[in-house]
Nanobody, 119 residues
Framework: QVQLVESGGGLVQPGGSLRLSCAAS???????????MDWYRQAPGKERDLVAG???????NYADSVKGRFTISRDKAKNTVYLQMNNLKPEDTAVYYC??????????WGQGTQVTVSS
């Protein structure tokens, strides 16, 4: 019933910035507030890895590779979670996925948005 839609990806030069958005819909209440929300990424030929997460209680976790450069946040009123990405590097190139895990242990995934960092 939950739908996650990512947006904001694109092509950017090294050192540039992008802000990804994940809009949630299809359920009662503010999904990004009730559920834990995460951003994952997957590069070609590599596993899908957790980039950042924010819990129902507001605890935030980042992968070591993005600490100090990426920021996850949420707007409960807009039912949207964001990933601000600064000082992007070529190794950040991947498809970025929004993820939510419900209190009933159901996982929801967005369709993904492509981020390409290249000169």
């Amino acid at each position: 019933q939950v739908q996650l839609v990512e947006s904001g990806g694109g092509l950017v030069q090294p050192g540039g910035s992008l802000r990804l958005s994940c809009a949630a819909s299809g359920s009662i209440g503010s999904i990004v507030s009730i559920n834990n929300m995460d951003w994952y990424r997957q590069a070609p030929g590599k596993e899908r890895d957790l980039v950042a997460g924010i819990t129902r209680g507001g605890s935030i976790n980042y992968a070591d590779s993005v600490k100090g450069r990426f920021t996850i946040s949420r707007d409960k009123a807009k039912n949207t979670v964001y990933l601000q990405m600064n000082n992007l590097k070529p190794e950040d190139t991947a498809v970025y996925y929004c993820h939510s895990r419900s209190t009933s242990f159901v996982d929801y995934w967005g369709q993904g948005t492509q981020v390409t960092v290249s000169s």
